[in-house]
């Protein structure tokens, strides 16, 4: 009689490669999540299919960082070496990239800066441009999908332009459409490298108190060509991902956030909650709401709890 049910399909596993380190180096605020070498991303793509996960979500953490996020759409940046390296050993997994330039500025926000005194503008138009670069960059390297989560204005109709003319009208999108300003990407942002340095993400990122804009940055995005929509947190936001799925019927996904990862992990530790029983009903509520896709760092563990 159970309405809801997990399969290994449900998930998406966030993966970090690291252009810094030879040796995989954890990451504090997130236990069992790590930062890793390209010959290491290989092999956790490899034993992530074997265990029946489907795709990876990539995320890079460049070298050097610059005012231009060059490492971005670099045809030997980060990311881009280790979906090479990915696809050759495992083809049939299917690579997410997300793009964003954020891990590649100096100032670590997801735009081009103007600086003007006391005030900075993140310019849209300028970023869309080094957006579009990425993607087809990422594209070219062999991902299957492109994951745009900078919330700009008039990006995935950009990067399905450019995506289609340039060949590449296989590849998919998915589009963080509806991404607030949160206090749960604490621990993402040593994950990623990636604090900004000066201000915060809110002039572009959405107000959590909005959820009638939410729907708007949805239609936006489908209507520009965006194959997957998500939605991001994951729990605080389980209303927003109800509606959306409801109202637009697309492919919805949800990200479940280092913060509301590193919660559980610590009240586990504590002897609070049971990780597993946990996890598990989180995981269920978000597919009861709509989510056709989760992305989570517990996608390993699920798979094998799924089985048990
Ligand atoms: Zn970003």
């Not at 010959?39 to 795709?55: F, M, S, T």
């Amino acid at each position: 009689m159970r309405e809801t049910k997990l399969t290994a399909h449900d998930f998406v596993l966030p993966l970090f490669v690291s252009e810094k380190i030879d040796k995989q180096r954890p990451i504090a605020s997130m236990p069992g999540v790590f930062h890793l070498s390209v010959k290491e991303i290989v092999d956790e793509a490899q034993r992530a299919q074997d265990l029946g996960l489907q795709a990876v979500l990539l995320f890079g953490v460049p070298e050097h960082k610059d005012e231009q996020a060059s490492g971005a759409y670099a045809e030997n940046g980060i990311v881009q070496k280790a979906l090479r390296a990915i696809k050759a050993k495992c083809p049939d997994l299917v690579t997410i990239t997300d793009v964003c330039l954020c891990e590649y500025m100096s100032h670590g926000h997801c735009g081009v800066a103007r600086i003007d005194g006391d005030h900075f503008h993140i310019l849209n138009d300028e970023t869309v441009e080094l957006l579009v670069k990425t993607a087809l960059s990422h594209a070219a390297a062999g991902a299957d999908m492109v994951a745009p989560s900078d919330m700009m204005d008039g990006r995935v109709g950009a990067i399905r332009e450019a995506l289609d003319a340039g060949g590449f009208d296989q590849t998919g999108i998915m589009s963080y459409a509806a991404k607030f300003a949160s206090a749960f990407y604490g621990p993402f942002r040593e994950a990623a490298e990636n604090p900004p340095q000066f201000g915060d993400r809110r002039s572009y990122q959405m107000d959590y108190a909005n959820a009638d804009e939410a729907l708007r940055e949805v239609a936006l995005d489908i209507d520009e060509g965006a194959d997957i929509v998500m939605v991001k947190p994951a729990l605080p936001y389980i209303d927003i991902l109800w509606r959306v799925r409801e109202r637009y019927g697309k492919p919805t996904a949800v990200y479940h956030v280092s913060g509301e990862f590193a919660m559980v992990k610590v009240a586990a530790a504590k002897g609070i909650v049971d990780e597993r029983a946990a996890v598990l009903e989180i995981m269920t509520a978000l597919k009861r709401a709509g989510a056709d896709i989760i992305v989570t760092y517990w996608a390993r563990e699920l798979v094998k709890w799924l089985r048990e």
